[in-house]
């Protein structure tokens, strides 16, 4: 007798209220230990035909769930359930294992004919526990509770699991045996969307691997182009640290494709996918924050994606690249502190090698002067503007200054009353150009700051 069983048989069997609450939390704590990212209701139904017991959902892609708990252990009752509730595809979960015998067979045929999971409390447990990988094993048993089917017994839900596990290793190899077993048992097990979805992650690892798209075991119409819910969950796994790998992924990759997922600063996966690709993602704004006293920020530089923008998180500041205008952030936090004379821009610029073509100033009285050169010649070094400096006196502050970008072509804006850089005419660029120009002209930053960010943009210089 498994531990969950144990609980159902010490039941009190005058406390019928106390044993459905029992009963449910109970189950509760396996869909818990199943996948933690579920949020879970209780009903105040229990064993009811058309009521469910639990709603399970999950706030990433907003998708839900019924689970039906019953008592009885007869496939036939099941069978019977599940025609009544044909269409709604739920979970039934009988809290004891079921009676082996006829009847089977056409359980699991007409479970899976109606997208409905039925499988008891440790069984769902047991996804997980095959798994060569802790994220890979989150990946299938969200995806089994999400959209699994079939009647499912323990063994073979470690056999599935254990199968699929062995598919994803099995991609980043371009092992097209490995890779088509996965691929089939998910079509079995999985609705139609889960089971896609997982072929488009096999699909895109498959690619990372180096491998050409025409072996690829699956359906041919599976793209290169990941939606969010798939790439979230690429991420998640963080399969390799091979930058290789993460480039491949990365090659159709768009910041607005990626701003379409929340991913936490935890996930490592992100971390390889920015640093691979800072050459191929476009923001057309970027804004520096100030972290607050009471703010704790990451000792090292982390990469996160929330409200839409793409963020690089330290532990004093977060600089957030936005598909679109820097007005979707809704902080604004400049003090008095970021504004600065004109021989700290010039100081700043020539710490980051980084040229200007236009300067706009503001003295006393709200009056502004800009001074700019004619052919977006370098003005950092030009002996007028340092004596125009030495003239208006320390109370004149930049308000603004331009970088000409791709031999001028394009030209990057740091406004410093809302610290924030973009171009002009929708102007777009890459997110190693505004690591390179943008963060050093708009933050005074520590050497070892500088060292981070001349670090991870090295490897793109002169890539335009």
Sequence with gaps: MDEFSSIVANLASNEPLQNMASIKNAVIERIKETDAGVAIESTEYFNHTFAPDLVLRWPTDRSTRHVYLRTSTNLNYLREDIAVVSGVGPIFMPLLPLVPGNGGEDLDREASESNTLVADPPTVVAFGSA????????????????????????????????TIGLGFVGA???NSYITRRAIDVAAVLMDIHRADQLTRLLHAIW??????????????????????????LLLDIAITEDSEFWRRIGA???????????????????????????????ARSCQIVSHRDEEHGYPTHRWLVKAGCLTMSTERYSAHFLPGSVSAIAADRVGEEDYITLRELVSRANEGNIGISEVTLEVTGGRQLDYKSSNDANIVSDNMLQELGGVLGSDAIVRAAVV????????????YSKNFAAGRAGAKFHIFELLGTAI?????????????INGIVEPFDGAL
């Design 131 to 162: 798994s060569r990988e802790r994220s890979i094993r989150n990946l299938v048993s969200r995806a089994v509770l999400q959209g699994g089917r079939g009647y499912v017994t323990k063994q073979r839900a470690r056999a599935t699991s254990h």
């Design 172 to 174: 980043q190899k371009a």
């Design 207 to 232: 690619l990372g691997s180096g491998a050409p798209a025409s072996d690829f075991p699956g359906t041919t119409a599976i793209t290169a182009i990941l939606d969010a819910s798939a790439l979230r």
């Design 252 to 282: 159709n990759l768009t910041l607005e494709r990626l701003c379409e997922a929340d991913v936490p600063a935890t996930s490592d996966g992100l971390q390889q996918l920015i640093l691979a690709n800072l050459d191929r993602l476009r």
């Design 404 to 415: 000409p970008l791709g031999s001028g072509a394009r030209q990057l804006r740091c406004d």
């Design 440 to 452: 050093p002209l708009l933050r005074a930053l520590l050497p070892s700051e500088r060292n981070f």
